[in-house]
């Protein structure tokens, strides 16, 4: 019962996505087994039970940020608990997050994939074709995050004053400048959009061939296949693009801070990790340049 209060609370109160509500849910009904399988009340877990319920996760080799993922959801659940008197202390507050390796954000060469999307015939001449080209521009052109994209629709989108109103995490609504290109080819997208013979025309701006509303596989594929084209790494999702839309701007002397508000951070050490790429590139050239490097 208070799963699902729980669930709706987050959902409706604190505005998580689709994704964190799915994940919010499978941690918790996991650990709500483990207690049942040990016959221990889920209001009375001691703080020696929080800490042995992760050693057992870390036993079964989840990894750190797996086990830090769910150390979240459950202090999230358990400071719900206290509030509806389900339980009377919170096992997890006092519990240590698991190191983990810091990771560079993975980003493909700007220089190619603005080529990529400049260059004739790349794109098939189909509603397709030119909608794929939008999915592209649209996330390297404003470092949205996927399920922003799933949310734009055409009323989002001021062409008079060039910028599309995003809604991002927990609802947090920002404006997103568009530079000439995306404008020019998001309104050949649109106008190609109202001609097609729709059955099911939805509200969003990205749809299926049948003008259902997108999903997030159909991004996946259709940023894959064209990343394909121009890097052999192994990561080639959209955040890719996010990544890369960061960095270029970095790299060109944008503002740390001017950044974070582009991507839609809470706080400016998310953003801070795009510093680091930056240095790893001045390094790279540093090495093949100096005659001493």
Do not use: W
Not at 169 to 188: A, Y
């Amino acid at each position: 019962m208070f799963i699902e209060r729980f669930v709706n609370f987050i959902q409706h109160e604190k505005r998580y996505s689709r994704h964190t509500l799915t994940a919010y849910r499978h941690e918790i009904q996991r650990f709500v087994n483990y207690l049942i399988e040990r016959n221990i009340e889920a209001g009375k877990v001691t703080h020696r039970e929080a800490r042995s319920y992760l050693a057992v996760l870390l036993e079964e080799g989840q990894s750190p940020i797996s086990i830090n993922r769910s150390l979240s959801a459950l202090r999230t659940y358990y400071k719900f608990l206290l509030r509806e008197g389900g339980a009377s202390q919170n096992p997890f507050a006092l519990v240590k997050a698991l190191k983990t390796p810091k990771k560079l954000p993975v980003v493909v060469d700007k220089d190619k994939l603005s080529s990529l999307l400049d260059m004739e015939g790349v794109f098939p001449d189909t509603f397709e074709g030119i909608r794929d080209k939008t999915v592209m521009e649209l996330l390297f052109g404003t470092g949205i995050r996927l399920s922003e994209l799933l949310q734009i629709r055409i009323e989002h989108i001021d062409f008079y004053n060039r910028y599309v109103r995003i809604f991002g995490k927990r609802n947090r609504e920002r404006l997103v400048p568009l530079n000439q290109t995306l404008i020019k080819q998001l309104q050949h997208y649109i106008q190609e959009k109202k001609i097609q013979p729709f059955n099911n025309n939805s509200t969003c701006l990205i749809v299926t061939k049948e003008g259902r509303e997108a999903y997030p596989k159909l991004i996946y594929d259709i940023v894959k296949h064209y990343l394909g084209a121009i890097s052999s790494q192994q990561k080639k999702s959209p955040h890719v693009l996010r990544h890369t839309f960061a960095t270029a701007l970095l790299d060109n002397g944008a503002d740390l801070n001017a950044i974070k508000e582009l991507l839609g951070h809470a706080g400016l050490a998310a953003t801070q990790v795009y510093t680091h790429n930056s240095v790893e590139r001045l390094k790279s050239v540093y090495k093949q340049a100096h005659p001493k490097a």
